[in-house]
């Protein structure tokens, strides 16, 4: 925001670094607590984690990207969708789900590189970040609409990675579902956090995100680097596509990435869009909030999850726009 | 230059005259799809006062239509207002919207803005499934129907008053302004241009024809539910005003065109099946960012010059 | 025997603004050259010319291949290490990531680089992991150059090393410099606007105006010269 919009519109601003520390360790005091005293919170809290983990791995791949171009990536979610008919076509076709998933994160991985190489690049050349959203929502369109064409809107069914048994700690039910889609979002942003912070490509990666004309000066090929970081945000919304399938909520068809979308922007939003670390956090807290508050709260009804998202992300954007771990940015004038 | 000035009052009138004469040869289904490029084309006209004038991006414009459009069924099927005397007010609804939403957007720049808008887009149709006493929930209200030629008549009545106002607004100081807006806001805001009250503004006018569009919308369906005003509605008004050309009056008709013409050219001819068309779309998108990101309006402007200069010069083939 | 560097007839634009006019010069190895001259001479424009980050024309050789076609990324593998004005240092990586990235294209162990880096600035021993922001000006010039070090660079172009700095830290840098050009052989093109402490370091000079050069020669002649430095240079 400039200077000239803080003194047209005030607005009031969170300075203190110790305000989010606090706000995060008091939310998982509640919860903690919360789950002990109620067997329903406890088990609303583990599934709002499971959701929160699909949106979590969705936003840090948006991070990823924005970081790099300050593009936000509005196909991110629609080629989540493409490899996830992919994983379920290779299901179809025998291999089993595992080897299935594997497979596809590669797939993801050349894919992704690919879309930045052939669609986006060419967009870049010429355009400043508009003329780029505009070409993401293009490529929104055109991969939906692929999926929609090669296998048709009626909705499939996509066999589930972990067993459907539930397991029982103390007197509440935990389903393997539950579990294992926060085991496998987790590791895949750990895995990736450890490639950033332990390889030398990784180290690339950073340095091309952040200072890309010094970057060129070491010898670093920016613009591979770019790809690559395409290539790694599609194997994360792979991940992300994957683990929503399996969920019993989510119905394998053409729009099933929309909402998810918009959960990952709230969640990009909250955490600060150039953090992947408040990305994780931002998506777990979503994925919580909206779990939990249709429980106990009586109006908010299932349609109305996705207006609820919107208010948070309304109201981030209002009182800290550069969410809970982002550096307020001084914009150049 | 007097020779522009008279080729483009030529091509609005053979334009003007091509869509007053059109009804009379096409059958009454295609009258009303031609009610629907009306439709189309005053939203994209809308949509370009807030992007492609002030650089505000929305990719939300279908949830304002979603307002006027609930507007005018909630009016006519539950408190039996005529259909007409329902559109000043939806364009009103439509602008008090804008102006609920513009101020917020005031803090936001481009990329936030999209993203907030694109938000929009997928949680009005939700509110609207949601309070089903209001709008008749998922299954939605139904409205009289009316015959092609009417709806034809009004969208392209309605199309051309706004089609004037818009051109009006943008031609005098309120437009430069606009203008200055999206291409420096510092140069404009010490130019003493109040940066507020106009993005709040176009914002307000933008929404007021969405609002409108929307409400014609309905009438030609002659029904309203919530799948009406989805993401892919204001997706497709996001690409009729960039390809046609955002920051352009005449691209608004190409880019209307393209969106309700296209699909339906490619499926008749049985080229391609429908299921192909949001894939030409896209690929269309990305292409015209690639080439000519200003849309076709640019497209013309480039052509038309080209056989100026080639005119003037003496060419060597 | 051909110099390192040659520059030939070099133009260089920002857009419609033209920046370079024929520059012409020469650098030999294991020389040290300083590029003199008044804001907006065109010394830094001259240094981009060579990284490959501004766009030019004219013939520029490097080690008997033309530097025509190549972006950044080529030259600096080529054996080029260009710090630039404001240091391009990665503030929000620590001191030991910015090394690291010094020795990018580099495969092999490193262990030896960074003995030698060391040597030249022990400090940075203790300070690895701090985020490379935070240290004073002085200390980010410095890593600036030990990363640059840490590339092995034939040639090593240095624009601005004093700018901002306090006159105590400046001498340290050009000590190193200097102590970097007689112990290991590093060619260096420098350009400053301290034109004391460059004539004072160097083998030899050009002064730039308005994009040319107007005059050059052995460092000590021209520091003699008073003519020259009080036109030139002045002082």
Redesign the interface.
């Known amino acids: 925001m400039t200077a000239l919009t803080r003194t047209l519109v005030p607005g009031f601003r969170i300075r203190n670094s110790w305000i989010v520390p606090l706000l995060i360790a008091g939310a998982c005091v509640f919860l903690v607590i919360g789950s002990l005293q109620s067997s329903l919170f406890a088990q609303q809290t583990v599934s709002g984690l499971a959701n929160g983990g699909i949106y979590a791995s969705l936003a840090v791949a948006l991070v990823l990207i924005y970081r790099a171009t300050e593009v936000i990536n509005f196909a991110q979610g629609g080629l989540a969708t493409v490899t996830t008919y992919v994983a379920w076509q290779l299901i179809d076709w025998g291999l089993t789900y595992w080897l299935a998933f594997a497979a596809t994160l590669g797939i993801a991985f050349v894919g992704g590189m690919l879309v930045e190489l052939v669609a986006i690049r060419p967009v870049e050349r010429r355009g400043n970040v508009l003329t780029i959203v505009i070409a993401s929502i293009g490529l929104l369109i055109l991969a939906e609409g692929a999926v929609g064409w090669i296998w048709g809107a009626q909705v499939k069914f996509m066999p589930s990675a972990f067993p459907a048994r539930v397991f029982h700690v103390g007197g509440v039910a935990f389903s393997f579902q539950d579990i294992g889609t926060i085991g496998v979002s987790i590791a895949a942003v750990f895995v990736l956090w450890l490639f950033f912070r332990f390889t030398k490509v990784g180290l690339a990666m950073r340095a091309a995100a952040v200072r890309p004309a010094a970057a060129r000066l070491v010898g670093i090929r920016v613009s591979w680097m770019l790809s690559l970081g395409w290539g790694l945000a599609a194997v994360l919304g792979a991940v992300s596509g994957l683990m929503a399938a399996a969920s019993p909520s989510v119905l394998l068809q053409p729009s099933m990435m929309d909402g998810i979308l918009i959960y990952a922007f709230a969640a990009a939003v909250l955490g600060g869009l150039e953090s992947p670390a408040g990305a994780v956090v931002g998506g777990l807290s979503i994925g919580v909030i909206l779990n939990l508050l249709p429980t106990y709260v009586d109006w908010v009804a299932p349609a109305l999850l996705l207006p609820v998202a919107f208010v948070v992300m309304l109201v981030v954007l209002l009182v800290k726009p550069s969410g809970l771990f982002g550096r307020t940015r001084v914009r150049k004038v | 230059m007097r020779s522009s000035l008279v080729v483009r009052s030529v091509v609005i009138g053979a334009v003007a005259l091509a869509i007053a004469l059109a009804p009379f040869i096409l059958s009454d289904y295609n009258r009303s799809q031609g009610a629907t490029v009306a439709v189309f084309f005053i939203a994209i006209l809308g949509l370009n006062i807030v992007t492609g004038y002030t650089g505000q991006i929305s990719i939300g414009h279908g949830a304002f239509m979603a307002i006027g459009g609930y507007t005018t069924a909630i009016l006519v099927h539950d408190h039996g207002w005529s259909e007409l005397s329902t559109i000043p007010l939806a364009a009103l609804v439509g602008f008090a919207a804008g102006v609920i939403v513009g101020v917020p957007a005031l803090r936001f720049h481009g990329t936030y803005l999209a993203l907030v808008t694109f938000a929009v887009a997928l949680a009005v149709p939700q509110v609207a499934k949601n309070y089903s006493h209001f709008t008749g929930g998922t299954e939605g209200l139904v409205l009289p129907a009316h015959t092609g030629l009417w709806l034809y008549g009004v969208s392209w009545a309605a199309a051309a008053i706004l089609f004037v106002l818009a051109w009006l607004i943008l031609r005098a100081r309120t437009g430069r302004a606009f203008r200055a807006v999206r291409d420096s806001e510092v140069a404009a805001a010490s130019s003493g241009v109040s940066l507020a009250a106009y993005k709040t503004v176009a914002f307000g006018v933008s929404a007021a024809f969405a609002g409108v569009a929307g409400s014609i919308y309905v009438l030609v369906n002659n029904f309203v539910n919530p799948d009406l005003f989805g993401l892919t509605l204001s997706l497709y008004i996001l690409i009729g005003a960039v390809v046609g050309g955002l920051g352009s009056l005449w691209g608004v008709l190409v880019g209307a065109a393209f969106i309700q013409l296209l699909p339906i050219g490619l499926t008749s001819s049985h080229v391609l099946s429908s299921q192909s068309v949001p894939v030409i779309f896209g690929a269309i998108v990305i292409l015209v960012m690639a080439l000519v990101p200003r849309g076709a309006a640019d497209l013309l402007r480039a052509i038309v010059s080209l056989h100026v200069r080639r005119g003037s010069n003496a060419p060597s083939p | 025997m051909a110099p390192l560097l040659a520059l030939r007839d070099v133009d260089a634009r920002y857009g419609p603004i033209h920046a370079l006019h024929g520059i012409t010069l020469t650098v030999d190895e294991g020389e040290i050259v300083a590029l003199l001259g008044a804001n907006g001479a065109g010394k830094t424009t001259t240094l981009r010319a060579i ?1 490959g ?1 501004v766009r030019r024309s004219g013939s520029l050789e490097f080690a008997g291949r033309s530097l025509g076609r190549c ?3 080529a030259v ?2 080529l054996g080029i ?2 710090v ?1 004005e404001g240091r ?6 620590t001191v030991w ?1 910015n090394l ?3 020795a ?2 580099r495969r092999g162990s490193l262990d030896a680089d960074v003995a030698r880096v060391l040597e030249y600035f022990p400090w940075i021993e203790g300070r690895r992991t701090q985020q490379a922001g935070t240290l004073s000006g002085g200390e980010q010039q410095m890593l600036a150059l030990a ?1 640059a070090v840490m ?1 092995r660079p034939r040639l090593l172009l240095l624009d601005e090393p004093s700018l901002g700095l306090a006159p105590l830290v400046v001498g340290e840098i050009f000590r190193i410099v200097k102590e970097l050009n007689s112990r290991e052989g590093a060619t260096v093109l420098l350009v400053e606007q301290n034109a004391r402490i460059s004539l004072a370091s160097s083998d030899r000079a050009y002064v730039l105006e308005v994009g040319r050069v107007a005059v050059d020669g052995p460092s000590a002649e021209l520091a003699a010269n008073e003519s020259i430095r009080r036109s030139y240079l002045g002082y």
Do not use: D, K, N, V
């Open positions: 990284s980050t972006g950044p990324e600096a593998r290490a260009h630039p391009g240092t990665f503030s929000e990586l990531e690291r990235l010094g990018y294209i990363r590339q």
